[in-house]
């Protein structure tokens, strides 16, 4: 992935853009988030973003995290923006497909929603496929809504902006999507993001 970054991080004439650097950080890890502290942020200052773009529900623990973005971040400006999938999804949820007919036409209509039978108490990792076909498993980590901002909450950040965003019918039509799919199920959210400041001492 870092290769691939790499590659994309260049200007349209192929030279590299030098204000990027990559690395590779474990996010379970303390004592690689002390490294990272130690050296880039004594040597270059906090950050005013830091991102974790669908990746949440693939970490084991996130307290490393939450206990390092305090020192990553400026103070009262330095943002920490998540996106993750919904707790709904990750909880195991089935499709249920009902037909019954509809009141205003008299004809039959599909009806499709999610059955969750478990939700507060986490199961175990669970594997799972982000694209079909993908060659091998990847684990997810199911925690309910509380569980995921706790960490960061306890951390000392504050929560300032929580959305539940989702695919429409629109973002539907215009690919090719699986008829099976959670995303033709527009009421309910697959996505859960979230913003949190850090607050000044």
Do not use: W
């Not at 880039?40 to 973005?69: K, S, Y």
């Not at 306890?154 to 539940?164: I, T």
């Not at 539907?172 to 400041?197: E, G, H, Q």
């Amino acid at each position: 992935m870092i290769d691939h970054a790499r590659r994309r991080g260049v200007y349209t004439n192929g030279e590299s853009i030098n204000s990027i650097s990559y690395q590779i950080l474990d996010a379970t890890s303390t004592e690689d988030f002390e490294k990272f502290i130690a050296k880039e942020i004594v040597e270059e200052g906090p950050f005013d973003i830091v991102i974790m773009n669908m990746a949440i529900m693939d970490v084991p623990t996130l307290e490393p995290l939450a206990a390092a973005l305090p020192k990553l971040l400026k103070q009262n400006t330095g943002r920490f923006v998540a996106t993750l999938l919904h707790p709904f999804i990750t909880a195991g949820s089935t499709r249920v497909i009902e037909y019954a007919d509809s009141r205003e036409t008299g004809r039959e209509e599909e009806h499709i929603s999610l059955k969750i039978t478990r939700y507060l108490h986490a199961p175990e990792p669970i594997k799972a496929e982000a694209q079909k076909g993908q060659p091998s498993y990847q684990y997810t980590f199911h925690r309910p809504i509380h569980e995921i901002l706790s960490p960061f909450l306890r951390a000392g950040l504050v929560l300032d902006a929580f959305e539940e965003p989702n695919f429409d019918a629109e973002y539907n039509a215009s690919r090719k999507i699986d008829p099976r799919s959670l995303r033709y199920v527009t009421d309910i959210p697959k996505i859960l993001a979230f913003r949190m400041r850090a607050i000044g001492q």
